[in-house]
């Protein structure tokens, strides 16, 4: 443990150093190979370091947001260095300090398309998709004729390239917002549906005996047994959605949109060779995307407390 | 014959409805198309006219299911396959950049689980970000990834190759990560007991467990190959595929070909997913699996 933080306190030091150095004292493209020598150095130390640490098993923070942690430093670091070292040219790839440039300078911009695209069409179309599919699991499951001509429909689904649908949903509610978010629905439908459906079958014979016994009626099944039971997958349809909603977001923008949105963006800084804003709206895109994926996460953290695979991670 | 009929029906039920469904929505949706129409000849209609008209139209909202059928069956098999009207000239090349894209993920994606079982460190340190990195819309940038590497001189199939890798092959890492690591304890110990090596254990036991978790993220893999290649013939105007069938179709208003290419579309993927499966079947009942 020691040895690792020695380590990676000495990666870090040396890699402040070369980039200091990278900044101020040396040309793009004519790096000497003393410096390689120095990011070699500081890459193997890195390792060593990440190396003795991921051994550590407590406190547990150490292995789960440490070592990944710095990790991802050390990508960053190795980026920004070899585009620079080696002055590859910003159309092929620019480094992480151009795209944070572009990322401050262009915010307003940044927060506008990611106002439409997000606020708008991604959560409209992820409420209304995953709402509909659950109400229609629900009442489905009531009818086996219906789950058994739906269920492999559901699965067929799964296999076919939804997105495809934007130029048709673009004629239908136009260029703005409404287009997007109805893409989203489609795609998000689906997988509601089945995980839903496979959610409310899950509980156990014995239990629907219980509820049984004590005269449950379908409502009272419905609400105390089958639904909390139904939650997993109920969130793993939601968190499955949380992706799929943005792409189908981003992607139906290609097919027209008003001149704001990520999608939008994307394709017209593409075209205008303006490669670093298109890595800052993805940044933005990875961004959104994460913290939805992990507050959907949280919340499921709350509602579904009592699921085996979060009791073992506390004892 | 009743088992397969119990089996079938609900489905063909289903099918039916939405069919019936679609053609109401033909009426409905094309209702203003067909009102401007009759206004321009100063005809009146009865209901059934209405529907005709509304299921002939050259570019409608909403094409009637016969419709986008004649369509399909025309582009596919009345023409000539290598003519760019033809939609099997256009899911060729769709679906090969597919299957290229398919099996470089699916090497890039065992070469990663494999490394991530092995390394201690790559599991702390890898791994975290690979799993984050599926929260990400990765289908953002297919566009960029189709101009840079136009840049240095690749066009055609390997942009659309390498979107379809990048997207197919985190499903199969975290899938073999999970299936490499499903033998319990006691067959390893087992293993131990054999005094068997670290490579006789990976052989022997860790690679035959993760097949079946392999084949199902397999599955998922090759659908979403298919959306990276569609995804990535949109930016570039590219001359062929369904992707840009799909653009120059909205473009010129053709919802008729939209429709069909549509279809196209979701056939590939069905045959493809299917395809997988059958090669599970196989290779999982020569490894002594019950049916």
Not at chain 1, 45 to 50: A, R
Not at chain 1, 122 to 148: E, H, I, M, Y
Not at chain 1, 287 to 304: D, H, M, N
Not at chain 2, 53 to 72: G, M, N, Y
Request: charged fraction near 10%; aromatic fraction near 10%.
């Amino acid at each position: 443990m020691k040895g690792g933080v020695l380590a990676v306190a000495a990666a870090l030091a040396g890699a402040a150093g070369s980039l200091v150095l990278l900044a101020d004292a040396l040309t793009p493209g004519s790096v000497p190979l003393a410096f390689w020598a120095l990011v070699l150095g500081v890459t193997a130390l890195s390792w060593i370091g990440l190396e003795r640490l991921a051994g550590v098993d407590r406190p547990r923070w150490i292995g789960g947001l440490v070592v990944p942690g710095l990790f991802g430093l050390l990508l960053l670091y190795l980026w920004q260095v070899l585009t620079v070292g080696f002055d590859v040219p910003a159309v092929l790839l620019p480094s992480p300090a151009r795209i944070g440039h572009q990322l401050a300078a262009n915010a307003g911009l940044l927060w506008q398309d990611f106002r439409q695209t997000f606020l708008k069409s991604v959560l409209a179309g992820f409420t209304l998709g995953s709402g509909l599919g659950f109400l229609v699991a629900v009442l489905v499951d009531r009818s086996p004729f219906l789950q058994r001509g739906l269920l492999p429909l559901g699965a067929l689904v799964s296999a076919i390239p939804i997105v495809g649908i934007a130029p048709i949903m673009v004629m239908w509610f136009g260029f703005d917002w409404q287009s997007k978010a109805a893409v989203i629905v489609v795609m998000t439908f689906f997988p509601m549906l089945v995980n839903t459906l496979a959610g409310l079958g899950s509980a156990s014979e014995i239990e629907r005996d219980l509820m049984h016994s004590y005269a449950a009626g379908y409502g009272q099944t419905l609400l105390k047994l089958r639904l909390p039971s139904a939650l997993p997958f109920i969130f793993n349809a939601l968190k499955i959605n949380s992706t799929l909603a943005l792409i189908g977001g981003i992607v139906a923008e290609f097919f027209g949109t008003p001149v704001v949105g990520m999608g939008f963006r994307i394709s017209v800084e593409i075209g205008r060779m303006n490669v670093d804003v298109v890595w800052a709206t993805i940044a933005v895109a990875a961004l959104a995307g994460s913290i939805f994926y992990g507050i959907l996460a949280l919340v499921e953290r709350g509602f579904t407390f009592w699921h085996p695979s979060y009791r073992q991670e506390q004892s | 014959m009743r088992l397969s009929n119990s089996r079938w029906l609900p489905v063909m039920v289903v099918l039916a409805a939405i069919i019936l469904i679609w053609y109401v929505g033909a009426v409905w949706l094309n209702a203003g198309l067909v009102e401007q129409r009759l206004e321009q000849t100063g005809k009146e209609a009865t209901a059934a006219e209405f529907a005709h008209i509304a299921f002939s139209l050259d570019r409608p909202v909403l094409p009637a299911p016969h419709q986008v059928a004649r369509e399909f069956y025309e582009s596919v098999f009345t023409r000539d396959i290598t003519s760019p009207r033809s939609l099997v000239y256009h899911a060729e090349i769709t679906g090969s950049a597919t299957l290229v894209g398919f099996a470089l993920g699916t090497l890039l994606g065992i070469l990663l689980a494999v490394g991530i079982v092995s390394w201690r460190t790559l599991d702390r340190s890898l791994l975290p970000w690979i799993i984050a990195s599926q929260t990400i819309p990765i289908l953002a940038i297919a566009p960029m990834i189709i101009v840079v590497l136009g840049n240095i001189g690749l066009t055609g199939l390997m942009p659309k190759a390498v979107i379809s890798m990048y997207l197919c092959f985190f499903p199969i890492t975290i899938g073999m990560v999970k299936g490499l690591r499903s033998p319990d304890p006691l067959q390893l110990d087992l293993m131990r007991t054999y005094s068997a090596t670290r490579g006789q254990v990976f052989r022997k036991l860790r690679w035959p467990a993760s097949v079946a978790f392999l084949f199902t993220s397999l599955k998922v893999a090759i659908a979403i190959s298919l959306v990276g290649a569609i995804v990535g013939e949109l930016p570039t105007g590219a001359q062929g595929g369904l992707g840009a069938r799909l653009l120059s179709g909205s473009y010129y208003g053709q919802t008729v070909q939209i429709w069909a290419a549509l279809f196209m579309a979701a056939l590939l993927g069905m045959v493809l997913v299917a395809l997988v499966g059958v090669v599970e079947r196989l290779t999982l009942r020569r490894m002594g699996a019950k049916p």
